[in-house]
Nanobody, 123 residues
């Protein structure tokens, strides 16, 4: 069955960096677009970044543009999120997700989700 497993979260000071990795299994990874979302306490899950399966196009939320970079390695079935210049507002549980649909910024497009990894940025 499809499994997505995030890793790389942790506690970091403001201005620091973290690299999240999502390892996928149980499906043809290269045929799915991948996204990262996050959910802070008391808030809705929100789009962070996505990468399209067909041409590698990337998309970012305005709040992370220029600081975060999404990438994928089809040979390893992994998708990464490099997060630089982290801010306390980036504190959340980060989820990776997979979709075959064209719309990549909406949670409703994604049928497969990981369990999430906690990112905490201290001020």
């Amino acid at each position: 069955q499809v499994q997505l497993a995030e890793s790389g979260g942790g506690l970091v000071q403001a201005g620091g960096s973290l690299r999240l990795t999502c390892a996928a299994s149980g499906y043809t990874f290269s045929s799915y677009s991948m996204g990262w979302f996050r959910q802070a306490p008391g808030k809705e899950r929100e789009f962070v970044a996505a990468i399209r399966w067909s041409d590698g196009s990337t998309y970012y939320a305005e709040s992370v543009k220029g600081r975060f970079t999404i990438s994928r390695d089809n040979a390893k079935s992994t998708v990464n999120l490099q997060m630089n210049s982290l801010e306390p507002e980036d504190t959340a549980v980060y989820y990776c997700a997979a979709t075959m649909l064209k719309v990549l910024v909406s949670t409703t497009s994604y049928g497969y989700w990981g369990q999430g990894t906690q990112v905490t940025v201290s001020s």
